[in-house]
């Protein structure tokens, strides 16, 4: 099954996104990867790569970040990891809430990560009324 991380710059933010994602697909792999080791906010390299490989399979990751360094962090901890044969990691250009609910409902089906990320895409095109 077709893992997710949340990297955020705040730890409640992450760790909130995967406890209501969570209530959709409690069987769905999912880790937060939020804030700096001393709990305060910032993007920390060693917890994006922990939350990937708590929840790595063949199947794939896919990481949502909230910006700016999350996603620079990102990169480069997808680039190391490659390097490990880590490979089907993807970044999600999506809003990270409605993103993460929509991509672990799929995810829970078993669909493959293309379809995963489709459906966390999508979730920037979704009317909230």
């Known amino acids: ?8 710059h705040s730890e ?15 069987e769905t792999p999912m880790a937060a990867a939020g804030g700096m080791e001393d709990g305060g906010f910032g993007t920390s390299y060693e917890k994006i790569t922990n939350a990937i490989d708590s929840v790595y399979s063949e199947d794939g990751v896919i990481v949502l970040m909230d910006l700016g360094s999350a996603v620079m962090t990102t990169e480069m901890v997808i680039e190391d990891m490659a390097m490990m044969d ?20 799929v995810a829970a089906g078993g669909a493959p990560i293309e379809d995963v990320i489709e459906s966390a895409k999508m979730a920037s095109t979704m009317n909230k009324f």
């Open 1 to 8: 099954m077709v893992g997710i991380v949340i990297v955020s």
């Open 12 to 26: 409640k933010l992450a760790q909130s996104v995967i406890e209501l994602s969570a209530l959709m697909a409690p």
């Open 86 to 105: 880590k490979t089907n990691i993807k970044m999600v250009d999506c809003p990270i809430v409605e993103g993460a609910i929509s991509a672990s409902v």
